[in-house]
């Protein structure tokens, strides 16, 4: 079992950044693809971006160029740093955990957190 927990969420103007942080625990977490997804109410769960275990990164067209993804495995810990924010980057976001490859879809992940609210205001 792999727990994660999501820490960073809140409440930012447009144009601004933050940083999510998704500490795991319970399995050696540089063997797993680390995934970023986010929820706005009433949509569907999109992908945002993912880290595979020897750090390749992919972002979704809409985040690309504005968030990053890294990870510290001595720390057990993966990153989004968020610049340049947009009210549509509103939603709750979620880390998400993987052995193998790194992919953009959600059901190919199988340990999620709790997630963090991130809100952006025009």
């Known amino acids: 079992q792999v727990q994660l927990v999501e820490s960073g969420g809140g409440l930012v103007q447009a144009g601004g950044s933050l940083r999510l942080s998704c500490a795991a625990s319970g399995r050696t977490f540089s063997n797993f693809a680390m995934g970023w997804f986010r929820q706005a109410p009433g949509k569907e769960r999109m992908f945002v971006g993912t880290?595979?275990?020897?750090?390749?990164?992919y972002y979704s067209s809409s985040v690309k160029g504005r968030f990053t993804i890294s990870r510290d495995n001595a720390k057990n810990t993966v990153y989004l740093q968020m610049n340049s924010l947009k009210p549509e980057d509103t939603a709750v976001y979620y880390c998400a955990a993987r052995e193998g490859l790194a992919t953009m879809t959600s059901w190919e992940y199988d340990y999620w957190g709790q997630g963090t609210q991130v809100t952006v205001s025009s």
């Open positions: 880290s595979s275990w020897n750090d390749d990164t």
